[in-house]
Each structure stands twice: as C-alpha cells, then as structure tokens.
C-alpha cells in the first residue's frame, strides 16, 4: 500500500523568507503522526502545500502513491487554523449544509455526530457553542467523507484539559479504524500521548524523525551509593567520563536499561554498597529540549546546510563531544530556514 503523504525536497519561500526548506517527509497509512515544532517553524505552511492551498516554491509531494491530482482531496479530511461555520445555525444544519454541497448523505452528519460526542447539543446555535466543542464540530466536518487521511493542524489549541482529553480521544478511535491522522502541534506531551511517530521541524528543516519509543529511549540510571566517590571513580573508568552525571550522593548513568544489573556487580565488586538502582525515563519534552540544545551547542544547524539532517538519537547527541551522531537520512537542507509559518 502506498504512503498517503511523501514529500521530497519541499520547499516554500516567501520572498527572502524560507518557511520550509528542502523537507523529507513520509507518513504511513494507519499511523499517528506528529508534526511537532515551536510556533514558526513552518508546519502549518507544509500542511497547506499538502491540502493545495499553497503552492511550493520546488521540490514535490504524492498523496497515496501519486502526484496530487483533482480527485485527491476527496480522500482527505483537514482541520486548519480554526473551523468556520455560521454562528447562527445549528451544529447539525452545518453539517448537513455540507454533507450536501459535498454530495454526502445526512446519515453520515449523524455519524460524525455521534463519533465525536455531539449529538445532544447538535441542535444549538453554533455561536454558542464553547471552543471545545467548536473544534469537535470542525473535526466532525473533516469525518464527512469518510477520509483516509486526516491533517490536522493544532487540533487541541486552546482546549481544556477535558476537551484536550476527548480530542485524543477521538483521534485515537479514528487510527484504531484505519484512519491515517497526520498532526502539528507544538504541545510536547500532547504529541507523546496521542502519536506512534514524531517529526521534529525547526527552521523550516525536519531535523529529527522517530517513533515516540525511540525518543524516549535516553533515560539515565540512577544511582545512590556509599561511598559515592568511588562509585563514581569505578563507573567512569568502565564507561567514561561523560556517561556518568550527577553531584553529591547520588549519579545519573548513560547506559542501557538491560546494563543496570552489570552496573551494580561492578559496583558491589568495587567496595561499594548500593542503596538505590532506578531506571529514569524521560518523557518527550525532555528529549525535544535534549534534541535541540545540543543541536544548536554543536553546531549541528549550520552543518545541516551542506550534510543530510538525520534521525537523532537523543542518546548519541548526549555522547557526543562534536557534532551529534547521525543514524539516518532524512533531508538535505541546502540553505538556512527561517521561522515562517
């Protein structure tokens, strides 16, 4: 089955001003994928290329498997910057207004209804409704036709926690059904709850791609021990001086999960008596603030202008003394981008 987005090389300008630059992007069917970046760093510009709103300066797009074409639309449901309705006709009424423009039929608008948990105030007002119920209405909209794929752009701004929890919700029933869901945000734990992968944008270059395990895969190994200055002579000298963090009683290790028993042999070997071994998992924030730290200590943004960018391992980069270590390919952004879109 062909990937529903794959982008090579997308590039969109706006003067002197590169919004996205040179991006690599592929999302397979059936997966949540999250496009997470600060405000600016060009997700919202990469999703309007995508739904035909925008046109790229160079490089191209496929939607599933083929150049966009007229009917490509017709397989994808959008939610970007906002819904728009009239204020004074019910949520049902807008969506039946819809469904036939659109040629659907008005069970369906029940459907969608029901789906993201409307239906008893789809007979109100639209301008009553409060902003979260106003983003499930528009998400609703998105459903109509059935679409194979979702983009949705920040789809839980401005929600309470509540309405944060039902949008995931919603979201996570549509992938369970098959629905592929493509979604920018730049809520770091929004993206680790909902998604099975992660893109990292900034500057308009995609500068990171995994899956959310393996963005959370640099947890430490903490350590508390008596005497902690030969627990820590005796841990540097196995692993090295970089892999070993921390002050006063207690240490963070670099190592593997699976190396925590080796790690309390050695110490129990050394003299040292072992009082705490406890396995730190960060969560996605960390990672993101790890990722792009190190990224900018290193260098790594200027360097990414003549070398491929990569899948980051945030366990790599924390090693790294230089440039953080590459694992794969990803982009090859041939200029710096800016913070549009």
Sequence with gaps: M???????????RYGAITAVDELNLTVRGGEVYGFLGPNGAGKTTTLRMLLGLVKPTSGSMRMFGEAPGAGYLDRVGALIEGPAFYPYLSGRDNLRAMADHAGVSRARVDEVLATVELTQRSAN??????????????????????????ILDEPTNGLDPAGMADMRLTIRKLAADGCTVLLSSHLLAEVEQICDRVGVISGGR???????????????????ADPIDTARACLSSLLGEGRVLGAGDALDIDVEQAQAAQINAELVGSGVSVSELRWREPDLEQTFL????????????????????????????????????????????PGGGSDAG
């Design 125 to 150: 007002r639209y301008r009553t409704y409060s902003l979260g119920m106003k983003q499930r209405l528009g998400l609703a909209a998105a459903m109509l036709k059935e679409p194979e794929l979702l």
């Design 2 to 12: 062909s990937n529903p987005v794959e982008t090579t090389a997308l590039t969109k």
């Design 290 to 333: 790890e990722l792009t730290s190190v990224i900018h200590k290193s260098g790594y943004a200027q360097q990414a202008r003549t070398s491929p960018s990569a899948v980051i391992s945030p366990r790599s980069l924390r090693r790294a003394s230089g440039p953080p270590s590459l694992d794969r390919a990803v982009n090859s952004p």
């Design 206 to 224: 995609l500068v990171a791609e995994a899956s959310v395990t393996e963005l959370r895969s640099g947890g430490t190994l903490r350590v508390v």
